[in-house]
């Protein structure tokens, strides 16, 4: 798993670096390292949901539509699908991945670096997603 997370951060931080090249080399990049990324980012964002409910600071229904929007999410990267990644809103959705990597902290399951790493993947993917949904 930590050479995946390394490798995910790897590839998307070399996709940051390939801005200067044309919309159809951006999207071939960019693309596989969010999809490589989004298991891991995934995890963390679902157990951000789960933790607002948990703590009464999501209702269910709320939660749902969180869940769903993660899943859309996902399906949009496997189809590399521009047009439906551009009706998610990633940088309203990161904060639960974030909050569900402050959980594996506060539930002793990771360390500050770890967590510091986990923060810096989730910061890259919202980059590349952002990125990804202003081409083309």
Not at 7 to 26: D, E, H, M, N, Y
Not at 50 to 61: H, K, S
Not at 95 to 103: K, L, S, T, V
């Amino acid at each position: 798993m930590k050479r995946i997370a390394a490798l995910a951060v790897a590839l998307l931080t070399v996709s940051l670096f390939a801005s200067c090249i044309g919309s159809r080399s951006k999207s071939a990049t960019l693309f596989p390292a969010a999809e490589l990324s989004w298991p891991a980012v995934q995890e963390d964002y679902l157990r951000g949901v789960a933790d607002g409910v948990e703590d009464g600071e999501l209702v269910e229904p709320a939660a749902a539509s969180l869940r769903s929007s993660g899943d859309k999410l996902g399906a949009a990267l496997t189809a590399r699908d521009v047009s439906t990644l551009r009706t998610i809103s990633w940088p309203s959705m990161a904060p639960w991945a974030q909050r569900g990597i402050e959980d594996k902290l506060q539930d002793g399951e990771i360390g500050p670096g770890v967590r510091l790493s986990l923060l810096e993947q989730v910061a890259n993917f919202t980059t590349t997603i952002t990125k990804l949904q202003g081409i083309f």
